[in-house]
């Protein structure tokens, strides 16, 4: 269950997300869904709209219905969605999907069939906010549980205390350190990161225009059809040359390794690259898993993928969200089409992350030690 937050700490949470990233305007539409878990949030985002004098519409699922659904209905019945509930989304300028269900063990429980037909609308989902061009944010403070804390190794009560903090940053600082960021990548050649924990990783840039989550979806993301945005938001990231990475990356924070629609955490470790892909790693407590992992797809090529930079001053524990933090470097390997790349296979996503490192560009920094150096 979700502690229970005060509500003025729940109204500046969503008039930062109405007013600043969604940009909400008197008479337009809002869908706002939410699981039971985290309705106190969604009543305060139906008041705040209403307040700016826009249109919303609050969804409510209940988890406990949700689980005797899960247990009692067909399977074939699970996760469809009907046509009233995609024309409340296509008619919608804004949407906003709060995170759930909370009882994250039941939900991994779940037999496979189940778990992909709740999940078989997810493609569609994002098919008609990209074609409506519905502005869309997720926030995950239901997907908090003690179960990924232990996983992730971070305190429960300060991942969710940092998840509500990190949302509620006024974004005009990130908005423009990101277009910076972003600049230097999309016009360098040559991205090197190091560490004084033996980090030296080569990685060539290919001139593919970066993607920059700065806790604002404003024309010119509405225009290249990047409109939906998890928060809290705060990185800059750009897919590398797939051909080329020489070197190694000590990680020392926790990262993540997605295959075969698996989360896995990755803890720190060592990891090798030779002629643009992945030669050898050495992650004494996550090692025996990835190969495993490995092994099972086949021991295929796991190429470079992708390079980020975190913007977020307020991030340092939250799991998945550890590249956001500012100045983390985070390198992807693994399949990198979903980001803009080239590369489709293997079917494995693995995101190495580093705190307190550097990054040059052609020869000039971009961050110093974990510090974002200015232009």
């Known amino acids: ?183 230097r990548l999309h016009r360098g050649q040559e991205a090197i990161i190091t560490h004084a924990n033996g980090t030296r990783l080569v990685l060539r840039l290919a001139r593919r225009i970066p993607k920059v989550d700065d806790g604002v979806i404003d024309q010119k993301d509405m225009k290249s059809g990047n409109v939906m945005l998890v928060m809290p938001a705060g990185v800059v990231s750009v897919t590398v040359d797939e051909q080329y990475a020489e070197g190694r990356f000590v990680s020392n924070a926790t990262g993540v390794l997605f295959v075969h629609g698996k989360e896995i955490p990755l803890p720190q470790g060592s990891w090798t690259f030779r002629k643009g892909a992945l030669d050898d790693f050495d992650c004494p407590e996550g090692g025996k898993q990835f190969r495993k992992e490995l092994n099972d797809l086949g021991k295929p090529r796991v190429p470079a993928g992708q390079l980020s930079v975190g913007l977020n001053s307020h991030i340092s524990t939250i799991p998945l969200m550890f590249d956001q933090a500012r100045g983390a470097i985070t390198f992807m390997m693994g399949r990198n089409a979903q980001a803009g790349g080239r590369s489709r296979s293997p079917h494995l996503i693995a995101y190495l992350d580093l705190m307190g490192g550097s990054l040059q560009v052609d020869g000039e920094p971009l961050v110093d030690q974990g510090r974002l150096v200015a232009s």
């Not at 996983?151 to 990190?166: G, K, M, P, S, T």
């Open 1 to 183: 269950m979700l502690p229970t937050y005060p509500e003025s700490m729940r109204r500046a949470f969503a008039r930062n997300l109405l007013r600043r990233t969604l940009r909400l305007r008197r008479g337009e539409s809002i869908l706002i869904e939410t699981w039971s878990g985290t309705l106190p949030w969604a009543t305060s985002l139906d008041l705040e709209a209403r307040i700016l004098g826009a249109r919303p519409l609050v969804s409510l699922k209940d988890e406990p219905s949700y689980w005797r659904s899960m247990s009692d209905a067909p399977t074939s019945q699970l996760g469809r969605v009907g046509n009233h509930e995609w024309a409340a989304l296509k008619a919608s300028d804004a949407y906003v999907y709060l995170y759930g269900p909370e009882d994250a063990l039941r939900e991994e429980s779940l037999p496979g069939t189940a778990a992909r037909r709740a999940e078989s609308n997810n493609h569609e989902l994002m098919r008609v906010i990209q074609k409506y061009g519905v502005r869309c944010v997720r926030w995950d403070l239901g997907r908090t549980s003690q179960l990924w804390a232990r996983r992730y190794r971070v305190d429960l009560q300060n991942w969710r205390r940092e998840l509500i903090a990190a949302s509620m940053v006024d974004p005009t600082g990130m908005q423009r350190d990101g277009a910076r960021i972003a600049k």
